[in-house]
Each structure stands twice: as C-alpha cells, then as structure tokens.
C-alpha cells in the first residue's frame, strides 16, 4: 500500500488517504463499497448475504460484467450509513465460496 499526499477537492485539502493496486481503504467513507476478487458465479443474492449485519441495501448492488456478458469479479454495494460500510470493511479478505474479497471504498 502506499500513502497520496494532501490533495485538494475544490480549493479543499484532504488528509493522506491508504491506496492499494484497486483503490482507497482508508480515508472518508461515502456509504458504498467496490468488492473484488468475487466468485464468478456470486449473484446479487450472496453478495447481500454476506454483508448481512452491515445494514446493506439490497437493490444497490451492481455487478460488472465485460463486453462478453461475463462476470469480472467485482461489484458495488451500498450500505444504510457511512459508518456501515467503514464497519463492513472488516470484511476485507474475507472468503467468500473459494475466493476471498477485497474491499475498496467506492464514490
């Protein structure tokens, strides 16, 4: 993981954030979450069911498909709150079938 400097958000400077090859997990959550590294056959269904505890919200979740209509392995969720999908992130490297996820915070 490495460190971004102070950047500024429209004349606004916003602390170091914690960035990896797929994105931030550490900084200020905005109530969604990117999941990858998901099984190619998860459906809506058990990406809910395995935030269930986390206050997520069903019809959020969107998986991503390629050109081709398969599964990419990642997809977005919401959550009721921000300080759900920050407690959700406990999730992070979780197993979920044979894989386990990564968790990113998403806008």
Request: hydrophobic share 35%; aromatic share 10%.
């Amino acid at each position: 993981p490495r460190l971004t400097g102070m950047s500024r958000q429209g004349g606004i400077h916003t602390p170091l954030q914690k960035r990896t090859g797929g994105g931030i997990q550490v900084g200020e959550h905005t109530g969604f979450l990117r999941v990858r590294g998901l099984p190619f056959s998860a459906t809506r269904d058990d990406i809910f069911k395995f935030f269930l505890g986390y206050n997520p919200t069903q019809e959020s979740v969107v998986l991503t498909y390629r050109n081709d209509g398969r599964a990419t392995g990642e997809a977005y969720i919401g959550f009721a709150t921000a300080d759900d999908s920050k407690r959700a992130m406990e999730l992070h490297r979780r197993v979920m079938g044979s894989r386990y996820v990564e968790l990113f915070i998403s806008n």
